[in-house]
């Protein structure tokens, strides 16, 4: 596995099966009484987060101490522009303290990326701007593999249909997991009008429909991207309700979907709007699933970081390959 | 001041011709009459062009010190083969007082390695929203002729045409930065395209340029006034600049040598030295900005030389600043783009960076052919000469350089401003 987890593109699809099959062994552990596994003890690992986000935060705060990593967390909220301190000066105070790995969302794409230049820490990105959220598309794969291997344990992916649903311009969730499915192999349908389709959307590893209807009943999973509140004001589309007439996951269109499908949503959810309440609450949706299996797959991929060879521990913090 | 004589020999000029050349009290003399004993420079095998003209300079000071000073920059100028450079507007205090103008011009004369042109606002503190005193600058002793709000787009299309008929008055022009900020708002930082979708970055659309260079053009038809259009960096706008010179508008039109050179992929590591507005574009706009600048559609060079303080550039890509240093290495960028692939001759080259830059901006000591009586604003050029580009071997304060590590001509021997070297190699 490459020194940093960056970009969904990073991963092989062995390394995607290797991550998805230890979160499912991390995820037995979960149930146990006593959760904390010793695998990274004496490392730290900081959690930067530029921008608020409790639930990705709390859930890699979960993940490095049930590894027993030394974890803290450092809220560098506002731009580092208006504090006056250049982004490289505030990650090499925290990379300074001796950090082994660096968790850091930034409102800013491709902020982790530069990072990962200046330190030695292993960086993960935690959702950069309108770029990336790599673990995210890795806990929706494994949610969706839950899903798909509980009917079919022999499942492939080359016969599954992902249709990502909603503002994929600004969506990082949307972009990482295109490059994830791709690597797995399946095929994933983007629908969104079209001022909500990214520059250069049609050279993507994915079919692109402007009509979510056809895609309803072909789809083996729909995701539901969130509708942020700014695009409502931003003229990309002319009311929420038109929005959700065209692009909503309605009843209507839940009663069309294709037996067995699910449905999955990176939250927070928008109920009434792009998602319905029946489509949000039934029995096809992997939302909870989604979120339970957050910090397995981030433990997962913790370990993958920073676990690993003797070699690589005798390295000391900081140094050496990854496992 | 004194002016040293000196004698150049054996240079060959932009049209091939050979000559000496006698610089004597600033100006070029008859070499026959040079004093025994003077001092000579042998320049066989260099070329002898007129000193080159930047449009377009961000000297920084007064108000960024740190990141370049008048003397600094006209050094980098010096080194780029420039004997005058036009200084934007957008300093702090920003130019739009004659007193402002007045003090930039006199910085010029104390420090400056080559003849420091202030660029006036055209609207006050550049907020596009109310005239800036254009007349008083202009009625300066710093005489000022070009007036642009670069930065920012005068975009409110009543000032814009105001501006162009109020300047006629005095032959002002318009220095245009043709950016629609609802098309291109604050956010937008990368050529608007797969790149731009695929990082996550906000998307500059080259018709946020070409719309508002199609409104220009238009007005300067209505106003009978002189518009010049900055960075031109699409193939739009270039489309628009042919019809409107075809309508025999008054337009002129600079290209910036990293327009001429890179492209958007150069942004793909999220690297903010290669943070520009406007932004790089894909290769189709490269080649048309080159044809444009070799038919002439595009009259001139502007380097939009644009120091920052590292500090201002170690933020995430959407946070540092725009702009990239360009006076010290533009002859080489364009020798590379345009000469050696025989788009422009170095006559054509010397109209381009030269004659007509100076002429655009009114300057009547600037820009002239190499002839007895004419001033001594010349720059010696070794047209093989090729370096592996050193940001650090740099006479500006700052390091933004996006050449660093490659190979590109670096052609310059001698700079020679009113007589005197501002550069020897």
Redesign the interface.
Known sequence: MKRHLLSAADLSVDEVASILDLAEEMSAVQSRPVKKLPALRGRTVVNLFFEDSTRTRSSFELAGKWLSADVINISAKG???SKGE????TVLTVAAMGVDALVIR??????P??ASQWVDAHVVNAG?????HPTQALLDAYAMRRHFRAADPGFSWADKTVAVVGDL?HS?VA?SNVLLLRTLGARVVLVAPPTLL????D??PAEVCTDLDPVVESADVLMMLRVQRERMSGGYFPTPREYTVGYGLTRDRLARMKPGAAIAHPGPMNRGLEISADAADSAASLVLDQVASGVAVRMSVLYHLLGGSDEDAAAGPSKGTTA | MTHPTLLITGARLADGRRTDLLLAGGRLADPASAPAGVETLDADGLLALPGLVDLHTHLREPGREDAETVRTGTLAAARGGYTAVLAMANTNPVTDTAEAAEHVAALGRRDGAAQVVPVGAVTKGLAGEQLAELGLMARSSAAVRVFSDDGSCVHDSRLMRRALEYVRAFDGVVAQHAQDPRLAGPDACCHEGEVSGRLGLGGWPAVAESTVVARDVQLARLTRSRLHVCHVSTAETVEVLRWAKAQGIAVTAEVTPHHLLLTTDAVLGYDPVFKVNPPLRPDEHVQALRQGLADGTIDAVGTDHAPHARHDKEHAFADAAFGMLGLETALGVLVETMVEPGLLSWSDLVERMSATPARIAGLAEQGRPLAVGEPANLVLVDPTRRTIVDPADSFSLSRNNPYAGRELPDPVEATFWQGRPTFRR
């Open positions: 731009s580092s522009v250049s982004l490289r000066d930034h409102m800013a794409s491709g902020a990326l530069q950069d701007g309108t770029h990336e311009t990082r972009r990214p520059s250069g959307v050279s993507w």
